[in-house]
């Protein structure tokens, strides 16, 4: 896959980084594990529409396929524990996205670094194990289990620049997804759509 490298804006004081589709390639896998969940009710779910989607939490999300498909009787917990089993028992097909970790090795130890995710604390933990480099890089972690509002509510972002300590004004998200890109800018802060570049 062509790449170029990604910039980061000068003069920003802290980095944060969205974590599926930003830093680990695992949007595929999060997509066939929708389906998979959700064959029982003969429902597909098309890519644009899930990509359109990135950042938001997992029970959220089937609950909106569950209405826009008028689907009766849904088992929002089956359905996401199916979901959940399905990339857990995959998780050798993510990799890393090498230029947006090139970012986090450059600047370790230079800037203050976080991570704002909606995905929750147990699948992030499991990516930590899987690839610790990214958790000794980056130990301020904000996930969907940890906040109210989800993407593209601002509160996730606005909750990685308080942990880094770091004003909104001052820091820039690298993100791929459409809520998380408004969430970055309703909190203020300078955004990077990794897509363009990968």
């Given at each position: ?131 610790p480099l990214v958790g000794q890089y980056v130990s301020h972690v904000v996930t969907a289990t940890d906040v109210t509002h989800f993407k593209p509510h601002p509160e996730t972002f606005l909750k990685c620049a308080e942990l880094i300590n770091v004003r909104p004004e001052d820091c820039v998200v690298f993100e791929d997804g459409k809520p998380g890109m408004q969430a970055a800018q309703a909190a ?11």
């Amino acid at each position: 896959m062509e790449t170029i490298e990604i910039p980061v804006p000068k003069g920003v004081l802290g980095l944060i980084f969205d974590l599926d589709g930003t830093i680990l390639d695992s949007m595929p896998l999060h997509h066939d594990g929708y389906n998979h969940a959700l064959a029982p009710y003969n429902v597909s779910y098309s890519k644009e529409v899930f990509l359109s989607r990135g950042g938001i939490p997992t029970k959220e999300t089937l609950l909106m396929i569950a209405k826009e498909n008028d689907i009766k009787n849904f088992d929002v917990e089956a359905t996401l524990e199916a979901k959940r089993l399905f990339v857990e028992n995959h998780l050798e097909r993510i990799q890393l996205i090498d230029p947006v970790f090139d970012i986090m090795s450059a600047y370790h130890g230079k800037l203050p670094m976080a991570i704002g995710t909606g995905s929750n604390r147990k699948v992030v933990n499991e990516m930590f194990e899987r690839f610790p480099l990214v958790g000794q890089y980056v130990s301020h972690v904000v996930t969907a289990t940890d906040v109210t509002h989800f993407k593209p509510h601002p509160e996730t972002f606005l909750k990685c620049a308080e942990l880094i300590n770091v004003r909104p004004e001052d820091c820039v998200v690298f993100e791929d997804g459409k809520p998380g890109m408004q969430a970055a800018q309703a909190a203020g802060m300078k955004v990077i759509d990794v897509t363009k570049y990968l």
